[in-house]
């Protein structure tokens, strides 16, 4: 394979085309639109609204260069039989199961648990439904990395202190190189969002790497 590089900090990543995968997490409309759970704890969601253009831009780069592009979407069972007390009712309110805008809020089916139009899976990418923050625990993301090679992950989507930075710890303790570009990630807290990219790349990037949309691009391109 040819070996390729990022540009980001704390330093340029080497990776190649052929073991490198774009993970897209929870773009789903409960998070990002009007009228879903996101708005529904009072937060305001034109601040992670911001990561769709250049979501977009990476995914389609990614889509014309072949890569494994793999999607997440976290809701649960219409019995709510696997989310757990100390997630479905939070600050003593109960959101999960609710019923809102988009139908249940976060239960899978409805359709506020579906990815936005403009980040919708194609035909042959995996989608995968996780019950938790993280994109690894009780899903099958490993086993299908492992099964296409996968090395590096370019980690896009919401919220970034919260899936994002659960799923690339996750897969750091893995062994995946995770590359995170900041405008294609986004937080309801900009101080949240600065701070949980900060954290990444700390200390000779312990958890990942930081880049940004453009450069993912160029380093797929070129």
Known sequence: MTQKTFHAEPFALPFEIGSTALVMIDMQKDFVEPGGFGEALGNDVSLVRSAIEPC??????ARRQGLLVIHTREGHRAD????PPAKLTRGGQTFIGTHGPMGRILVRG????????????QAGEPVIDKP???????????????NHGIKT?????????????????EANDRGY?????????GSYFPEFQKYALEMIK??????GWVSDASAI????QR
Request: aromatic fraction near 6%; include cysteine; charge should be negative.
């Open 217 to 220: 691009v160029d380093g797929l």
């Open 177 to 185: 190189e995770c590359i995170i570009p900041q405008d294609c990630v």
């Open 110 to 121: 409805e359709a506020g648990h579906d990815i936005i139009p403009e980040l919708y899976p």
């Open 153 to 169: 992950l370019i980690v896009c989507g919401v919220t970034t202190e919260v899936c994002v930075n659960t799923t690339v710890r």
């Open 132 to 146: 938790g923050k993280g994109a690894f625990y009780q899903t099958d993301l490993h086993l299908i990395l492992q």
């Open 56 to 61: 977009k831009r990476v995914l389609d780069a």
């Open 80 to 83: 709510l039989s696997d989310c």
């Open 202 to 207: 700390a200390q000779g990037a312990i958890f």
